[in-house]
């Protein structure tokens, strides 16, 4: 089952920009899998979204800035 393990500053992303979000990665993982994209092969492929304090976020060892959708 391939999954996704997406981790964003909190309040980064609207509802909206999670779904987009979201499909544009299970379009990606499908890819990646070479799975049948369909609605039954989809349903294996998971993208989960947590949300970490931003002094939490790190890229290359330094604090990362708020991203903005």
Known sequence: MPIM???CA???LDKAANAS???RLTEAL???EGGANT???RAFA???FT???EPATRASAR???LLQP
């Open 46 to 48: 998971w993208v989960l």
């Open 51 to 53: 949300e970490v304090a």
């Open 30 to 32: 499908m890819k990646m």
């Open 10 to 12: 909190a309040g980064a």
């Open 39 to 41: 609605h039954k092969g």
């Open 21 to 23: 979000l979201a499909e």
């Open 63 to 65: 604090t990362a800035p």
């Open 5 to 7: 393990d997406v981790r």
